[in-house]
């Protein structure tokens, strides 16, 4: 099946600051979200991206469908940004999410 | 705004009783998931739904079973809940096949705990 993979596993961040995160996976997919799940454990839609690049606010993404991977940007981070980023793919239309590992992000007043 | 809910944020229960996660979307998707989030071991998918009265399983589907009576409720059911059943549980749901968009959304999270 397919292997979804994201780096860096931890990091950490002073206020203010940029941070990109990386997604790889190993096959063609029709659907890619970025998630960040708050500290109530909740999964929040940052980013529905199967191709392209999208920006909502200090956050922006892009994928590279034929290259197989997705970048997620936080500009001047804030400590509310801390928590979990998730990346998850699907292979069909509407199908079950394959998520990766996750990045824990911390940000430092 | 896109509306996933779940019945209860905490729920602590007892090795051996029957339980019943419930879920209600109101985007009218056809598609609905069960996943279940443990530390070390990330999201796995126990069951989903692609219609009223369908399911298939996921990957980890033993000791649960669901329903879906209706299109806007999903049911995840633990016959007789056991202490490694311990999780979060999290809902979700997406639209079919020739949707504009397969976007998933999540509801808030159940957090199971089996004594």
């Known amino acids: 099946g397919i292997q979804v993979e994201q780096s860096p596993p931890d990091l950490i961040l002073q206020e203010g600051a940029n941070s990109t995160l990386r997604c790889n996976f190993s096959d063609s997919v029709n659907n890619l979200q970025w998630f960040h799940q708050n500290p109530w454990g909740q999964l929040i839609n940052l980013f529905y991206i199967p191709s392209g690049t999208k920006q909502n606010g200090r956050l922006s993404a892009t994928t590279v469908a034929t290259e197989r991977y997705s970048l997620l940007y936080i500009s001047s981070s804030q400590t509310t940004d801390s928590g979990v980023y998730f990346c998850a793919v699907t292979y069909n239309q509407g199908g079950k999410l394959i998520f990766g590992q996750g990045t824990e992000l911390s940000v430092k007043p | 705004d896109v509306k996933v809910t779940q019945s209860s944020r905490y729920l602590v229960k007892r090795t051996g009783e029957k339980v019943f996660l419930e879920c209600v979307q109101d985007?009218?998707?056809?598609?609905m998931f069960w996943y279940r989030q443990d530390p070390g071991l990330g999201l796995r998918l126990i069951y989903f739904?692609?219609?009223?009265?369908?399911?298939e399983k996921g990957d980890i589907p033993e000791g649960y079973s669901v329903s879906r009576e209706k299109k806007e409720r999903f049911s995840l059911i633990l016959e007789s809940a056991s202490t490694n059943q311990t999780s979060m549980y999290l809902c979700?749901?997406?639209?079919?096949?020739?949707?504009?968009?397969?976007?998933?959304?999540f509801g808030p999270g159940t957090r199971l705990t089996v004594t």
């Open positions: 739904s692609y219609d009223v009265k369908m399911k």
């Open positions: 985007m009218d998707h056809e598609n």
């Open positions: 979700a749901s997406s639209p079919d096949r020739g949707a504009i968009s397969y976007e998933q959304y």
